[in-house]
Every structure is written in structure tokens, then in C-alpha cells.
């Protein structure tokens, strides 16, 4: 990889996060929340997209030494983990209940109570997003900002839903091909806001690195 002045080389498994897993019982089951910070400090509660954890979703964000340093610095991050979704999670079986958004966003007030938060500031992510503001409209006093990232606000199409089989057929046969690349930029950026350029297998967004 070529050196770049403006980037910095982070090993992954080598950043320490400092934290701690708490299982929280809820009225729908059980919620995978990790705690990261001083519970003394600001909450931001994130919550992220479908089929992901906290740590697919916003690893590129908290290994970032200058977001890390900011974030971590001024909050305590709550990480929301859907059921199923937590790292080691094992298979739910078919015989409990499917959650919908609404007890999604229900479970989001409870972890909220479990940890004796009164306001909180939220990230979410796609799905994660649309929980999140589900959640903020029930529940509006309880939150101080909305962070969203590619929200869904309405039922997906049949285009969508094709669309989408297009790309899980892509991801099946060929991997994580160009083409799959810019799709799912484009699921998460608009294309007024995104400018992507290929240095050296990294790619830069406008300010953001991934």
C-alpha cells in the first residue's frame, strides 16, 4: 500500500476498544448492547444497518483515530446489536416470534431504561435508521439529535426488490467486484455527494476514508 501523508495505517485487530458487552433483557427478548467510554459523559446510541453488527457497520468510522478521538472523548457510545446480529450470535430458532420495527424501536426505550438514560443522541444506518426514528417519534423527548445515514422511509419497490436480487446474485458468483462496489456506495451516498477515487485499493469519499 503506497504512504500517504494524509492517511494512517491502522491494524484492526490491534485497536482496543475499551469496553464491555452487556445482555439486556427486554420485554421482546434479549438486546446485545456494548458500552464503550464513560457512562458519565453524553449518550450516542448507534444502531446499524440489516444483517450487521456494530462492528461491520461502524468499524470504518470508530478505527478512524481522529473520529474515535472525538467521539470517545465527548460520549459514551451504546452500541444497539438487533437480536441475532451480535458478534458470536448463534441461529435464533424458527419457534420464536419474528420482532417487527416498532418492538425494534420499542427494545431501543428499554435498553435506554436499563442503563437510567433520559436523552440520548442517536446514529443508525439504513434499517438501523428507520428504527432509530421510530423510535425518536414515539419516544421525541427522549432523544437530542438524529444522526442518519441512508434512511429507509418508505416500503421498498418490486425494483428494489429485484434490484437487490441482482445484487446478491453478483456478490454469489463474483465476490466483491467493482461493479458490487459503487452499488452499494450508492445505497449509502447519493450520487450528487459521492465522489469516489481508487488509490492503491482504498477508496476516498469526500472526507470520509473507508
Given at each position: 500500500?503506497?504512504?500517504?501523508s494524509?492517511s494512517?495505517?491502522?491494524?484492526i485487530?490491534?485497536?482496543?476498544?475499551?469496553?464491555?458487552?452487556c445482555?439486556?433483557?427486554?420485554?421482546?427478548g434479549?438486546?446485545?448492547?456494548?458500552v464503550?467510554g464513560d457512562?458519565?459523559?453524553?449518550?450516542?446510541?448507534?444502531?446499524?444497518?440489516?444483517?450487521?453488527?456494530?462492528?461491520?457497520?461502524f468499524?470504518g468510522?470508530?478505527?478512524?483515530?481522529?473520529?474515535?478521538?472525538?467521539?470517545?472523548?465527548?460520549?459514551?457510545?451504546?452500541?444497539?446489536?438487533?437480536?441475532?446480529?451480535?458478534?458470536?450470535?448463534?441461529?435464533?430458532?424458527?419457534?420464536?416470534?419474528?420482532?417487527?420495527?416498532?418492538?425494534?424501536?420499542?427494545?431501543?426505550?428499554e435498553?435506554?431504561?436499563?442503563?437510567?438514560?433520559?436523552?440520548?443522541?442517536?446514529?443508525g444506518?439504513?434499517?438501523?435508521?428507520y428504527?432509530?426514528?421510530?423510535f425518536a417519534m414515539?419516544?421525541?423527548?427522549?432523544?437530542?439529535?438524529?444522526?442518519?445515514?441512508?434512511?429507509?422511509?418508505?416500503?421498498?419497490?418490486?425494483?428494489?426488490?429485484?434490484?437487490?436480487?441482482?445484487?446478491?446474485n453478483?456478490?454469489?458468483?463474483y465476490?466483491?467486484?467493482?461493479?458490487?462496489?459503487?452499488c452499494?456506495?450508492?445505497?449509502y451516498f447519493?450520487?450528487?455527494?459521492?465522489?469516489?477515487?481508487?488509490?492503491?485499493?482504498?477508496?476516498?469519499?469526500t472526507?470520509?476514508?473507508?
Amino acid at each position: 500500500m503506497a504512504e500517504s501523508s494524509d492517511s494512517v495505517s491502522i491494524d484492526i485487530d490491534m485497536v482496543p476498544l475499551g469496553g464491555k458487552e452487556c445482555l439486556v433483557k427486554t420485554s421482546k427478548g434479549s438486546v446485545s448492547v456494548f458500552v464503550c467510554g464513560d457512562q458519565e459523559k453524553p449518550a450516542l446510541v448507534t444502531y446499524p444497518d440489516v444483517a450487521l453488527n456494530y462492528m461491520f457497520c461502524f468499524q470504518g468510522l470508530f478505527f478512524c483515530p481522529d473520529a474515535a478521538s472525538l467521539l470517545l472523548h465527548n460520549f459514551c457510545i451504546y452500541h444497539i446489536d438487533a437480536p441475532g446480529h451480535e458478534l458470536g450470535a448463534h441461529e435464533i430458532s424458527s419457534d420464536v416470534p419474528l420482532l417487527s420495527v416498532d418492538d425494534l424501536a420499542e427494545q431501543v426505550a428499554e435498553v435506554l431504561d436499563f442503563f437510567g438514560l433520559k436523552k440520548v443522541l442517536c446514529l443508525g444506518v439504513t434499517a438501523g435508521a428507520y428504527i432509530l426514528t421510530l423510535f425518536a417519534m414515539k419516544y421525541n423527548e427522549r432523544v437530542l439529535g438524529l444522526i442518519l445515514v441512508s434512511p429507509i422511509c418508505k416500503a421498498p419497490s418490486w425494483a428494489e426488490w429485484l434490484y437487490n436480487k441482482v445484487l446478491m446474485n453478483l456478490l454469489y458468483f463474483y465476490g466483491m467486484c467493482g461493479v458490487l462496489k459503487e452499488c452499494l456506495l450508492q445505497r449509502y451516498f447519493s450520487k450528487v455527494h459521492w465522489i469516489a477515487l481508487y488509490k492503491s485499493g482504498i477508496m476516498y469519499l469526500t472526507g470520509y476514508m473507508i
